[in-house]
């Protein structure tokens, strides 16, 4: 996989969440309503939604933009690997 571009975005966060969503919608059939919270991360088609802490804030986001799906690595090689990067 490369890496193609890094997109950094100063997001709002209203009520513990905030939701990243595709820019070009229209390969979904519907477009996802709504927020779903979970745990930390979320994954509806076309939207990832992120739950915070934080009722309401501003935090930075770096979205990564890559050339295919990601591989399925085990959480201790995702650690493993940002760390040697």
């Not at 519907?30 to 991360?41: A, R, S």
């Not at 979205?63 to 493993?80: N, S």
Request: negative net charge; proline residues 6%.
């Amino acid at each position: 996989m490369t890496l193609l571009e890094t997109q950094h975005v100063d997001a709002h966060v209203d009520f513990s969440g905030l939701g990243l969503q595709d820019a070009d919608d229209t390969w979904l059939s519907m477009f996802p309503d709504g927020f779903t919270q979970g745990p930390f991360l979320s994954e509806q088609p076309g939207c990832i939604d992120l739950t915070s802490a934080g009722h309401t804030q501003t935090v930075s986001v770096d979205a990564e933009i890559w050339d295919g799906p990601p591989t399925h690595l085990g959480v201790e090689q995702y650690v493993a690997q940002f760390w040697a990067e």
